[in-house]
Nanobody, 119 residues
C-alpha cells in the first residue's frame, strides 16, 4: 500500500504564497505521475497540476503562471508552489499519485489539506 503525507496548507491573504508538499512512502513500485487536485465547497474535484517522472507538467488554465509543480530529488515528493493566490483558490487540495508498477495501475489519494485565501 502506498501512503501519502501532505503538508503546507493554511490561511493566506490574497496575493500571498503557500507551498504544499506531498511525500509518498510504503509499497512504491514505479511511480509514474504525481499531482494536485482541489475541491471547493459545492464543486467537483478538479485538476490543478500534474508532473510525470519524465518531468512532463500539466496545469489548469486558472493557475498557469501562478503555480509551479516540482518533485524532490528522490522523485517520491511533489511540491506545489502557489503564488499570487486568489480567493477562488480556496479549496481542499489533494495529492494524487499513480504507480504503474501494479496491474492495474494503483492510484492513491492523500487526505487533503485546506487552503484558504481570505483577507
Amino acid at each position: 500500500q502506498v501512503h501519502l503525507v501532505e503538508s503546507g496548507g493554511g490561511l493566506v491573504q490574497p496575493g500571498g504564497s503557500l507551498k504544499l508538499s506531498c511525500t509518498a512512502s510504503g509499497s512504491i513500485r514505479s511511480l509514474y505521475s504525481m499531482g494536485w487536485y482541489r475541491q471547493a465547497p459545492d464543486k467537483q474535484r478538479e485538476l490543478v497540476a500534474t508532473i510525470t517522472t519524465g518531468d512532463t507538467v500539466n496545469y489548469a488554465e486558472s493557475v498557469k503562471g501562478r503555480f509551479t509543480i516540482s518533485t524532490g530529488n528522490a522523485k517520491n515528493t511533489v511540491h506545489l508552489q502557489m503564488n499570487s493566490l486568489k480567493p477562488e483558490d480556496t479549496a481542499v487540495y489533494y495529492c494524487k499519485v499513480t504507480d504503474i508498477g501494479y496491474y492495474p495501475s494503483k492510484v492513491t489519494w492523500g487526505q487533503g489539506t485546506q487552503v484558504t485565501v481570505s483577507s
